[in-house]
């Protein structure tokens, strides 16, 4: 990886919507940054022509894959007998070294079954997890959430792990020098929760100025799009039922609303005339607009698109792996996990500032 | 309460709004409802006016109480300290059966733990839950989820008495003959999620047919406004996230949605004919018009009405716990648990229709 170029792994199969639509999302991404390389994996007679009509033969090499992850395959059985998948075959190109970043639109589970055999945890990771990102108040537009269901339980040290791992990712992802850290529990008053939120709530606490973020305690639901907080650290269970819980409010508001604009002649008009202004409203909520969970904890960064993402949302997800691929952020936020792993050892701020750059024995680099 | 009228307790303290607002809101039943008689707590000096100011008096008993239980008091200091609380005295009547039903506006916690000693917990039931109303796609406009904050623990047995007791409050608060029950998970298949959901998915399954309910199984929390499901049990730490995230959804949405139509005069100009179908959408998604979160699995029912509730909200609020008390709701229930306390016992259906209404050896009745 000693060349300017990034080579970013994309797994071409697998989506709602097919490979001419992850083809596509990789033409977008093309147009706009040169300095990409692609290895694009999945049925070489299906991949061929698509890659050729889009004139994309130089930035691309096609990877030969004849299998397909189904989005209701259980990972379980990915594992074992997924060796001939698009999917897999995408992992490994990370796995040795020959790309920075992996893309995939495919089923989570089997991605993140695949990615923890073939990269293994970090060092001083117990559980990896997966970061969403969240429409917010924020100047950014969004705050990230983690972890939203790679795991359904996590316990204090997990919690901790999180909150690390989420305020590395902020800070070289979206270049916030000094992240705020949240921790989700019913109520914000110190004795609220669970007895492992408790201690959670300490050692984080503990933790923040040796590693640089800012920690603002317990935040509730409401909080989680709010501009008092960049990174909302939660065990994989409740994540994930907080992130499908705002799917569908979002989608029983949107649905209602163009009801609202159906029901008389009148309204009809006003819907018209009001076009511009609820596009602005679906621009900014728009899910396309922040595609991209990110694996943390592994070696190597693997980053889930939505299964339904079109060529832009393909393409959101693409620009979120360069970015991470451009600021080290595997190498950084190995050293990060590393340097908490022994207490006191953290005033080290690995992540934030790099002027050695020998962080390059990780596996990865 | 052998007489015709029902008689609602109501605190008249403790809103955000004070107790002018709780007043307006009695008012607003009284004139719809001519059988509703109050017995209401607070201060005299402060409550005698307001109630005489709305032409009240008839309807109301005023019950002096100098104390108020405020929004952030611990539930703990309250139990020791709170006898002379509206609150506590807005329950007393409950439990010592002068009273159908308590509505309150106060604080949740302190709410649920004066109910809990004095009223008690229904024999028969281990955790005691918070059953909220939520926007949805049904025909009836919402569907209920416990539990959203009385216990931030629930395991197996608790989630299935969580099912016996929504599918009784949709039944017989709602008028759903058949409810359809389901369980939170972080995927509907059945492998997934934590071990006590796998279990509590078995043993719901199994008390359907006896209990006259359908039984749909996992859902995730996309499904929660959904129109596959009437009842969606989970534990009140999920709950609660889910509840307060859906809350903070909404409310980005809306604001987003207010800056969309200002951005331009032009579509301010939208905002103004589009305002009949934007109220419309409101109304839809209006927390007042559903507002009340109903205790369950004491001996007595008692409505927490929510802290900003305007009169709209507050009469929505009195109206559901009429509801329950003509229903005999509380009575229907107890005997629905004790039918599910012995198993085998569990083909009576005694909230279904109870022609002997011989339960009435409850405490409340």
């Known amino acids: 990886m000693g060349t300017t170029k990034t080579v970013i792994s994309i797994d071409a199969m697998g989506g709602d919507r097919g490979p001419a639509t992850v083809v596509a999302g990789i033409a977008k991404s093309a147009a706009k940054n040169p300095d990409i390389r692609f290895i694009v994996h999945g049925p070489r007679a299906e991949l061929s022509p698509l890659i050729s009509k889009r004139k994309l033969d130089a930035q691309c090499?096609?990877?030969d894959a004849s299998d397909v992850v189904s989005m209701d395959a259980k990972p379980s059985h990915v594992m074992r007998h997924g060796k001939k998948t698009s999917m897999w075959s995408a992992v490994e190109s990370v796995r040795a070294g020959e790309a920075d970043v992996c893309v995939s639109c495919g089923n989570t589970g089997a991605l993140m079954a695949i990615s923890m055999i073939r990269l293994r945890k970090m060092e001083g990771v117990n559980r990896p997890a997966i970061a969403c990102l969240w429409p917010s108040r924020n100047e950014t537009g969004f705050n990230i959430m983690l972890d939203v269901g790679a795991d359904i339980r996590a316990d204090q040290d997990d919690l901790l792990q999180y909150a690390l791992m989420g305020m590395s990712y902020a800070r070289n992802g979206f270049g916030l020098d000094r992240p705020r850290v949240g921790l989700l529990n019913v109520g914000t008053e110190e004795h609220k929760g669970r007895a492992e939120l408790k201690v959670a709530n300490d050692i984080i606490s503990s933790?923040?100025?040796?590693?640089?973020?800012?920690?603002?305690?317990?935040?509730?639901?409401?909080?989680?799009?709010?501009?008092?907080?960049?990174?909302?650290?939660?065990?994989?269970?409740?994540?994930?039922?907080?992130?499908?819980?705002?799917?569908g409010t979002a989608s029983l508001?949107?649905?209602?609303?163009?009801?609202?604009?159906?029901y008389t002649p009148l309204s009809r008009i006003a819907a018209l005339l009001a076009l511009t202004s609820l596009r602005r409203l679906s621009k900014r909520i728009d899910?396309?607009?922040?595609?991209?969970?990110?694996?943390?904890?592994?070696?190597?960064?693997?980053?889930?698109?939505?299964?339904?993402?079109?060529?832009?949302?393909?393409?959101?997800?693409?620009?979120?792996?360069?970015?991470?691929?451009?600021?080290?952020?595997?190498?950084?936020?190995?050293?990060?996990?590393?340097?908490?792993?022994?207490?006191?050892?953290?005033?080290?701020?690995?992540?934030?500032?790099?002027?050695?750059?020998?962080?390059?024995?990780?596996?990865?680099?």
């Open 287 to 365: 899910p396309r607009r922040v595609n991209g969970g990110v694996f943390l904890g592994l070696n190597g960064t693997v980053v889930k698109s939505h299964g339904s993402a079109d060529a832009t949302g393909v393409s959101a997800a693409i620009k979120l792996g360069f970015k991470l691929a451009q600021t080290g952020f595997a190498e950084k936020l190995a050293a990060r996990v590393a340097s908490n792993v022994t207490p006191g050892q953290g005033a080290a701020s690995p992540d934030h500032d790099d002027p050695t750059g020998d962080h390059s024995t990780t596996e990865i680099s």
């Open 253 to 262: 508001i949107s649905e209602f609303l163009r009801e609202a604009f159906k």
């Open 61 to 63: 090499e096609l990877r």
């Open 207 to 247: 933790a923040a100025d040796a590693n640089a973020f800012d920690y603002v305690g317990f935040v509730e639901g409401v909080d989680i799009p709010s501009d008092r907080v960049d990174v909302i650290v939660t065990d994989g269970f409740t994540g994930n039922v907080a992130l499908k819980t705002a799917e």
